[in-house]
């Protein structure tokens, strides 16, 4: 029944035991993706005909960025769920999400950021896609802020579920609004979008650290889950067997 | 000395009108916001004052000054909103009157509703009549004023619609008024992109037709959901 | 496919992008590295110490009634 | 038929400590309960809970034989709540303050807010600013209400709290006349209140042995 | 030689209304006074006034014999003032708001503080950041000083407010002590106080006829 | 169970040391402000949304921001100590401990300082130490981020001073937030003139020497003054 499968996906322990088996496994798969990912981006593809070597950046910048933006709406999914199913599991989700999307935004912009320099001779500009960044970096920060300015964990989860839903409605808003700025200004003396000229030979490195990246993403959202669940039901009888049997 | 009748003991209120709640509260913040009067000038000197220091801080040149004419005065005006958004349930949630706003049976959105709408009366409103001055302060070019009003017109009310789910979210939270612009700046840059660009563009001479029906879509769905969203947002504030 | 430096002082320095390179590579496998290893560690922290707590529990269930402090207030 | 409030096997807990737990009661039309009990046994958080501001509790609780959640528009029509925070604004008047409530309530009757006013000795103050009012005169602007709100069920976190001894009498005279009315009035106090019929509830009888029952629940 | 504080013919108004007038008095060491007086009388305002908070009012204060402008640094250096506001910083733990109180005073002494809280019924919650306490639990933070502050003159302002029955028992005692230990203890409070030597100054007794107005509306 | 001595009835603190209520007090805050790191971090992430919001409403063209960095920079750290000012003595002023500090025999400067001390302690030093990120953000010059750190170095503690007395004036007022901005901003033109000027000199490769001794003058005239002026102000503010 697809029901009960939902419900005891809602269930803590359901969650903390099943993931238990999982883990390793995961842990793996998102290890060696990256690090086959890495060595293959870092040393065998060719360099790049315009930026040379300082282009290998893409292969953890643009996975980065890919996650910190998928990882708003798995935060703000699962919020939404805690709303309106009361589902316990998918507030805990909630609160592991939002500091592992503002980790990645970060790398996303510093990465993006130590780019520039090489590239435009520039730490930073005001490009649409970087400052879309920037605003989504300020709306994970806004989220875990709330969270943590709470005393009561309920009000806490439920406030910040509310704000990244906000968010959620806010998101595609501000890229256009962004995006649409920066036709406006855009000054002529530089150019950034000419990306497509990608060689395969660049892409599959590429293709593995994204998949690499997704995998890792799940593996942390699941790993932080169980912490905040241990936290959560700390006074349960299951969670006090497990103390004992470490 | 009681001329009170219980005897209509059960379901009092079902029969009240819809709007009660709504006029209730708007008439009493408006009677608020009149009374405090300093209050109500408060964001004006704000702008007034802030407007004053960028030719100190960055450059006195009129030429420069027009160019930065529009973006300053928007970000100032949205920076005074911000600032006075905090107060906009704090007060009534440290008094209890919050409490008995939530508990009265009246629909919480349409009372969240007035108090916004005051909001942006005493704040949104002057600041947009004020505007003018300071773009002369700045040298804002004459083409520029009707596309500055306009905008701040439909753009403040917005700013207040969407702060009030912020001011909402953080008012049970000592001294939230800092993490309040954390929360909401990153939501306000849409609206300060539009305002701001129909400015310059009007100064351009391009038209603005397209910014100002963005910015009215923008308050159009802000009057839909932002009450809502910070009714929901006061009854987690309240209880938590 | 073939490595692509001839050496590997070359594959370090990169033409001169080498730092830029390599930095962001670091920041993001320490990046990294904190999302996988911080929850582990703080789980073993919470079980150990919710082992300690429940051992402590057990032990003052058998000798001492819940409401010790009762009985020092002069309130 | 008259009001009837329900609580079924109530539990309150606060940061995991179980603050009471297992309490049953019925109240019913023409009841004064006084909920007792020392600093910090739970009588807030149980009226906020039976408010509806809190929903942080276990048990059911059922409003004219309806749960909770369903009758909440019904249950809020006939409440009428003072909690610690009394509610008035600072800087309008006593009157613009009471008009407020009636204005939302939907019956607007200036007379009744200048007797309600009069009632609680605040004749003369009813147009100075409330922060000019004493302590007392403050909280005696919320009691107000009192005097002029018709719903039959009053729940009343320490009312008595800054009011002088003769405000206390004519309070008390005035919950049992909303009793005797039909009406059910709930409330804590830490003075001694005296009068027939008053039913009190001691939090400190729900607190003990429920700890164990709460941890082999989950 | 004990202490002393004499009022004479002290006056105060509050926007133009006389609250009372022509008040005489000498407190001396060993007495504890209540100041009764109904809501609004002018309690508030008077102890305010005695401690050197507000400098409104027409009239001498003499402290030790020295006028009251001359002694501030003595007269403060001897004084304890608990007011309506009970100056407990919420996101501060009990323990830290009252290392504060001592180390302000230059005499810390963690034990005094423990056993000043677990005096107050606030043992186990030295830790626990005081929002998180109940209503009477936070008074009782700010009660606790009374336990170690050794200044002998103590002006409380309506010490009882949410304080549960035992708990104005033990404060009752506390104030008696003091006052025998050779210390003055001024309070306000609406709750009847009964032990022995109380002397009680009814602001009734010095009110004028706009006073009144307030007495009849009652 | 009560272990007092009350034997030592008269003048019990007349021979406590003259800074043990500085060091009280500033023990107290710090922890407090350890206790509300969002408090701490608050002010910090708004001077960074602010600057985020430049370049949004006014331009993206890192020449034009360039010459916008140094004043803008210089504005947003006087608006963020500002804004972060009002809280300097409300929340002791509401919850009752001003008066146990105004009648604590210890010098009510000393306490002042204390509380002032830590505000710098928690905003302004902070800031100094972020502007650098920010400058790189809005494309300042190289030589432009010495001066920048000194600047504010001196500039944000003489804010926080002179801020004191604005916050002590307003401390008993209802919702004084805004009405701190109108005292305080005229006083603090000098310091966002002198501040802005010598960043700007430093990129023109002019000296700073003089800009950096004024502002050094600023901060030992305020830390000279402020304090007096703002226990003064307390004793209006708690009487009034
Ligand atoms: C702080 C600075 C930067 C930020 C925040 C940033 C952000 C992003 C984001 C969000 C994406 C994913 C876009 C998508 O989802 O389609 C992306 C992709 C990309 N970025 Fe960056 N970026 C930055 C700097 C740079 C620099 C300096 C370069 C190279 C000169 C660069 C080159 C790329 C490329 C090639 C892609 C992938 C191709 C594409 O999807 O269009 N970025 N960046
Ligand atoms: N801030 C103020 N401004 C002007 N008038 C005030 C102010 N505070 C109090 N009053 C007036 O002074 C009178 C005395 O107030 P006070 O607070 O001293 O009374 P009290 O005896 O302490 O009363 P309570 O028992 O209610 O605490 C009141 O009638 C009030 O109207
Ligand atoms: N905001 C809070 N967060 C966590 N715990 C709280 C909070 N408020 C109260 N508590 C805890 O809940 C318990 C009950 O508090 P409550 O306010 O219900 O007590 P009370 O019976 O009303 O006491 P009082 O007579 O002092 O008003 C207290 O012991 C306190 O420690
Ligand atoms: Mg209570
Ligand atoms: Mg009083």
């Known amino acids: 029944m697809a029901w009960t499968w939902f419900h005891q996906l809602g269930s803590p322990r359901w969650f903390y035991e099943k993931s238990t088996a999982w883990l390793p496994w995961l842990i793996s798969i998102a290890l060696i993706l990256l690090a086959v990912g890495s060595i293959w981006g870092l040393g065998f593809a060719p360099a790049d005909a315009k930026q040379g070597n300082s282009y290998r950046i893409i292969y953890i910048h643009v996975p980065a960025a890919f996650l910190a933006l998928a990882g708003y709406y798995i935060m703000a999914i699962s919020g939404a769920i805690g709303m309106i199913w009361r589902m316990k599991v998918s507030f805990v989700v909630l609160r592991a999400a939002a500091p592992i999307g503002a980790i990645l935004t970060f790398v996303s912009l510093f990465t993006g950021a130590v780019w520039g320099k090489p590239t435009w001779g520039t730490w930073w500009v005001w490009d649409a896609r970087i400052t879309s960044m920037l605003i989504l970096f300020f709306l994970y920060l806004g989220v875990m802020a709330l969270q943590n300015a709470f005393e009561s964990e309920d009000a806490a989860n439920k406030a910040s579920a509310i704000l990244a839903l906000v968010g959620t409605v806010n998101i595609p808003i501000i890229y256009k609004s962004v995006d649409w700025w920066y036709t406006l200004h855009q000054p002529a003396t530089i150019k950034f979008t000419e990306a497509s000229t990608i060689d395969p030979s660049m892409k599959y490195p590429l293709l593995i650290m994204v998949i690499g990246f997704y995998v890792l993403y799940a593996t942390a959202l699941i790993l932080k889950t169980r912490t905040e669940i241990l936290q959560k039901e700390r006074k ?10 470490s | 000395m009681t001329t009170v009748n219980t005897q209509q003991s059960k379901g009092v209120v079902q029969d009240v009108s ?31 004052i802030v407007i004053t220091m960028v030719p100190l801080g960055i450059t006195p040149d009129p030429k420069m000054l027009a160019v930065l004419a529009p973006g300053m005065i928007w970000v100032v005006a949205l920076l005074a909103t911000l600032l006075s958004l905090d107060g906009l349930f704090r007060s009534d949630f440290e008094d209890g009157t919050l409490e008995q706003i939530m508990l009265s049976p009246n629909p919480l959105y349409l009372t969240v509703l007035a108090k916004v ?36 017109f439909l753009g403040t009310a917005t700013l207040s ?47 603005i037709s397209s910014q100002v029906a963005v910015l009215g879509a923008f308050l159009a769905f802000g009057l839909m959901l932002a009450p809502f969203a910070t009714a929901g947002a006061l009854r987690v504030g309240v209880n938590g | 496919m073939q490595f692509q430096f001839d050496n590997l002082s070359e594959f370090f320095n990169m033409a001169g992008h080498g730092p830029y390179v390599w930095v962001c590579y670091l920041v993001t496998f320490i990046a990294i590295g904190y999302l996988l290893i911080a929850p582990i560690r703080t789980q073993k922290k919470l079980l150990k110490s919710y082992k300690r707590q429940e051992q402590v529990a057990q032990s003052e269930n058998s000798d001492a009634p819940a409401s010790v402090t009762e009985a020092k207030q002069s309130w | ?76 029509s006939n409440l009428l709540f003072l909690g610690h925070a009394p509610g008035v604004k600072k800087s309008l008047t006593p009157l613009e303050n009471l ?16 007797n309600a006013l009069a009632a609680v000795g605040l004749a003369g103050y009813e147009d100075v600013a409330c922060f000019q009012l004493s302590a007392g ?37 005035l919950i049992e006349k909303r009793a005797l009315a039909g009406g059910i009035v709930i409330l804590t106090t830490h003075q001694d209140m005296a009068f027939e019929g008053l039913r009190k509830i001691d939090l400190r009888d729900y607190r003990t042995q429920t700890t164990m029952a709460y941890e082999a629940a989950q």
């Open chain 4, 1 to 76: 038929m008259g009001l009837k409030l329900e609580l079924h096997n109530l539990q309150c807990e606060r940061d995991d400590r179980i603050l009471f737990s297992g309490l049953n009661a019925v109240f019913s039309a023409g009841e004064v309960i006084q909920i007792e009990g020392p600093n910090g046994s739970g009588k807030t958080t149980l009226l906020r809970v039976l408010t509806t501001l809190s929903s942080d509790y276990s048990g059911d609780i059922l409003f004219n034989e309806q749960p909770f959640s369903q009758a909440k528009f019904e249950f809020l």
């Open chain 4, 137 to 173: 005169q403050q909280r005696r602007v919320a009691l107000a209400r009192l005097y002029f709100d018709p719903s039959p069920l009053w729940i009343l976190d320490e009312p008595f709290t800054a009011i002088d001894k003769k405000g206390v009498a004519a309070l008390e005279a």
């Open chain 4, 99 to 114: 008009l407020w409530y009636q204005r939302a309530a939907g019956v607007v009757s200036k007379e009744n807010l200048m």
């Open chain 2, 117 to 152: 709408v005051v909001h942006w009366l005493v704040t949104g409103l002057p600041l947009t009549l004020l505007a003018p001055v300071l773009g002369v302060m700045l040298s804002l070019p004459a083409e520029g004023y009707g596309a500055l009003l306009l905008s701040l």
């Open chain 2, 161 to 207: 619609l969407i702060g009030s789910i912020g001011a909402a979210l953080t008012v049970g939270l000592r001294k939230g008024g800092l993490l309040l612009s954390l929360i909401v700046m990153p939501l306000y840059a849409p609206v300060l992109i539009f305002g701001a660009s129909s400015v310059s563009s009007a100064i351009e001479g391009i038209g």
């Open chain 2, 18 to 48: 819809f709007w009660a709640g709504f006029l209730a509260t708007f008439q009493r913040d408006i009677t608020l916001a009149y009374r405090n009067q300093g209050e109500l000038f408060n964001p004006l000197i704000f702008f007034l």
């Open chain 1, 236 to 245: 349960a009888k299951w969670v006090k067997d497990l103390a004992l049997a």
